[in-house]
C-alpha cells in the first residue's frame, strides 16, 4: 500500500521518537519545550504510523527536529519519502532556509536532499552534532 503522509499531533510522535532515537530516557526527555508551535507529520502504511517528523518555522526559516523511522522500516525510503514532502511544504511557505541539527552519522543522507554540513558542531547525550541547511529558491 502506498504511503501517506498527514498531520499529526506531537503527542502522535512520541511513541517513536522514545522508541528510536532516545529508548533509554524516560518519554518526557523527547518532548519539546515547543512542540505546541511545531507542525508535525506522520507517514502511515496500512494504517500504522512508520515515521515522524517536526517543523518549527520562525522568521522565514524552518527547523526540523525528531525525524524518526520505526527501526524495522528503516531503509526502504519512508524517511526520504518524508522529507521531501518536508522540503516541498517548506518552499511552498516561501522559507529562505531549511534547517536540522544532523547526527554527525546522518550527515550523508541529509546531503542527498541538498543539505549542506555548516561548521556549527556539538555534542549531546554523548552523540555528535552537526548543523545542516539548505537554502530554499
Ligand atoms: C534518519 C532516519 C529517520 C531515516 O529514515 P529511513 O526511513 O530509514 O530513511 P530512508 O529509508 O529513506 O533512507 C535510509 C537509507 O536507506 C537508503 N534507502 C532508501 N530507500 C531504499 C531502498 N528502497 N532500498 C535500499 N536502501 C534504501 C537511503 O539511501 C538511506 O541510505 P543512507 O543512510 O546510507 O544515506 C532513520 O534512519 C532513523 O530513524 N534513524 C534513527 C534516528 C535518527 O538518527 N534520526 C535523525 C537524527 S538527525
Same mark, same amino acid.
Given at each position: 500500500m502506498n504511503p501517506k503522509?498527514? /498531520?499529526i499531533t506531537s503527542q502522535e510522535t512520541l511513541p517513536i521518537r522514545h522508541e528510536v532515537m532516545w529508548p533509554t530516557k524516560p518519554l518526557d526527555y523527547?518532548? =519539546?519545550?515547543?512542540d505546541d508551535?511545531? =507542525?508535525?507529520?506522520?507517514l502511515f502504511v496500512n494504517n500504522e504510523l512508520i515515521s515522524v517528523i517536526s517543523l518549527f518555522i520562525n522568521d522565514g526559516e524552518a527547523q526540523f527536529r525528531k525525524f524518526a523511522t520505526l527501526?524495522?522500516?528503516q531503509g526502504?525510503?519512508?524517511?526520504? *519519502? =518524508? =522529507?521531501?514532502?518536508?522540503?516541498?511544504?517548506?518552499?511552498?511557505e516561501s522559507l529562505n532556509r531549511i534547517w536540522c541539527n544532523a547526527r /554527525?552519522?546522518?550527515?550523508?543522507?541529509?546531503t542527498k536532499f541538498g543539505m549542506i554540513? *555548516?561548521?556549527? *558542531?556539538y555534542v549531546?547525550?554523548?552523540?555528535?552534532f552537526v548543523v545542516m541547511e539548505r537554502i530554499l529558491p
Open positions: 503522509i498527514v /498531520q523527547v518532548k =519539546l519545550p515547543k508551535e511545531g =507542525l508535525h507529520y506522520g527501526k524495522k522500516h526502504k525510503g519512508y524517511g526520504s *519519502t =518524508l =522529507l521531501n514532502e518536508i522540503m516541498r511544504i517548506a518552499s511552498e /554527525q552519522n546522518k550527515s550523508d543522507f541529509y554540513i *555548516t561548521d556549527e *558542531t549531546k547525550g554523548g552523540i555528535d
